[in-house]
């Protein structure tokens, strides 16, 4: 991956290792590099040796530099203790120019806090709030393990007070529900975190909504909303909300439908009625919003999910024109209130299974061309 590209998390925590921990920290590291996340951590022994370390090992494995993706804050060795470390030796940077030297405690969380995107925390000391505190004022998330108890297990501590000022100081980029995600068990990997970090760092939409605004609003906007749920919501874009103020509302269409692997198009009861003032349907002008979006998810290769809503059929081929067509050869989903927990599951698991299949595919060529760069 691109250096210019890459986001970099702050993994911090307890010095006292326990297996326990120390799986924790192997697991993200290795997430983390598979990813393409860049790391910045400490010099310390515990969390920060072994994150690294799993860290360093799996960009090997993948054939990439660590200077390009590696940080690590180093006090010194003679200086490990001030961060509530033991005086052992941490990880050895294999490079000079991933080490960041610093004199003091204080100037080490400013570089942390500046030199990172999202920050994890897995245990951690006294000074875990003060640093997740840093991290949210900078607008930037922050993730504390609530399940690693022990010692210094202070990210459950962490955790408990971030939820207590929820309403004042949210995380950033991430809802109340979404951060209470943290606390299920990882039954595979490293659970919700790997999700809780693309959807919070994603610089471009992996999922786009198609709707007209005057069919089905509302079903647009809740079918959204759980989406953003669950993928978060830089990876969801609905132009009624995700186009920035001052841009121009095509380019900020077109650069979502370039960047998305998957299109949900939603159909109402009025998505194909007649146009205004009796002139013909507005799916047949080719200036219509609506009839470009589905044209150039067809023609870029998308996955599209049509979603019926509100009472609505499938228009008869009759009722489109030629250009539009090819939608009726993709399954469609009926949705309706009865039915819509387990059909927003089923959605959100087969949009899961297309980008997966996008970065087995990016990782593929990663490994056939330039190792590392996508």
Request: aromatic fraction near 8%; glycine fraction near 12%.
């Amino acid at each position: 991956m691109s250096d210019s590209r890459r986001k970099f998390v702050l993994v911090i925590g307890t010095g006292w290792v326990t297996p326990a921990k120390r799986r924790v920290a192997r697991m993200i590291g290795t997430t983390l590099a598979e990813a393409g996340f860049g790391l910045v951590t400490g010099n310390s022994t515990g969390i920060d040796y072994w994150v690294a370390d799993s860290f360093c090992a799996a960009l090997a494995e993948r054939g990439e530099s660590p200077p390009g993706a590696f940080r690590q804050i180093s006090l010194g060795w003679a200086r490990i203790f001030e961060r509530g470390g033991l005086p052992l030796p941490g990880y050895a940077a294999p490079a000079e120019e991933c080490l960041v030297s610093v004199a003091d405690v204080e100037a080490w969380k400013r570089e942390a806090v500046v030199r990172c995107d999202a920050a994890v925390m897995v245990g951690g000391g006294r000074g875990a709030l003060d640093i997740a505190r840093r991290v949210i004022e900078q607008g930037k998330p922050v993730f504390p393990l609530p399940f690693m108890g022990g010692l210094t297990g202070n990210s459950d501590y962490v955790f408990q007070e971030i939820l207590k000022t929820w309403d004042g100081h949210p995380v950033p980029g991430v809802s109340r529900s979404q951060f209470l995600r943290l606390a299920e068990p990882w039954v595979s990997g490293t659970g919700q975190l790997l999700n809780l970090l693309r959807g919070t760092l994603a610089e471009a939409p992996d999922v786009f909504i198609s709707y007209r605004r005057n069919d089905a609003p509302a079903a647009s906007g809740r079918i959204a909303h759980d989406l953003a749920e669950h993928f978060g919501e830089r990876r969801v874009f609905l132009d009624i909300s995700d186009i920035a103020p001052s841009s121009a509302w095509d380019e900020s269409i077109a650069g979502a439908l370039q960047a998305s692997k998957a299109g949900v198009i939603v159909i109402g009861r009025s998505w194909v009625s007649a146009g205004a003032d009796g002139r013909p349907p507005r799916l047949h002008d080719p200036a219509d919003v609506v009839r470009g979006e589905i044209i150039a998810l067809i023609e870029q290769r998308k996955a599209i999910f049509p979603l019926l809503v509100e009472g609505a059929g499938l228009p008869d081929e009759s009722q489109l024109p030629e250009a539009l067509r090819t939608l009726l050869r993709f399954q469609a989903t009926t949705i309706d209130n009865g039915s819509w927990g387990p059909t927003m599951s089923l959605l959100i698991r087969e949009i899961e299974a297309v980008i997966g299949h996008h970065q087995e595919a990016r990782r593929a060529e990663s490994d056939r061309g330039g190792k590392g760069e996508v």
